[in-house]
């Protein structure tokens, strides 16, 4: 991806966003601090093969996204990437950000008029609740593949039942895949789900049927070096 210097968000920076269009193929959305004490996020944006970093207040975000006639192909919030560069003492005040960007996030999205349509949403989150609550503001109708990168090292498989229902009953989502540190240590959990099955293993996999559809549910657990579940419809 080509790098280009990021400005400070001003008043301009929402109007240049509403002059570029309403169709964008790719948005990853993170948060970041403006001069103080304002807030904001940063986006990486690529439309075809031009690619746009700006960095806007949350107001000008509010209003950007919550415009009806945004059409979004691929939708990425990120609750964690500013965690993983600090140091031990500044963990807790960043957290704190971020839970309030999580909390703008949600409510920015919860409030809009019609649910938001994209094809993929990769969702970077503390724990697999924050992730539910911003599906509940996507159109299951337009989502083909959900991502979601989990770092609760508290998280228990039931949590994510409901998630896996509404992929299962969406008939245009193919893919959904969980990464999470804790699947390793899930392992013994999950696995007697499925009957008997080899433990020495570090990857399984396993078809059942769809109730009403011709398609079947493929299922494959990796507890090694990329741990994760994925769902796919097959």
Known sequence: MPSQPLKYANSSDGRSIEKSGLRVDDLKICYTKLHKP?????LVWRQGNTYKYPQITMEDAETF?????????????????????????????????????????KS???????LLKTEEIRLTVQDLSQAADFLKCIDPHSLKTISIIAYDYFWSIEL???????FVRSPKMKNFIIESVCIPRMKDEILPNFGQVDMEKSAWTWLEDIPGSAEKLQTTLNTGCESNITFSKV
């Open 38 to 42: 304002r807030s904001g996020c940063r």
């Open 65 to 105: 996204l919550k415009n009806s006639k945004l059409i979004l192909r691929s939708l990425s919030i990120d609750l964690d990437s500013e965690i993983a560069n600090l140091t031990l003492k500044n963990i807790m005040k960043k957290a704190e950000d971020l839970e309030k960007f999580y909390e703008c996030m």
């Open 108 to 114: 920015l999205l919860g409030n809009r008029e019609q």
């Open 160 to 166: 994510d039942y409901s998630e896996l229902e509404l």
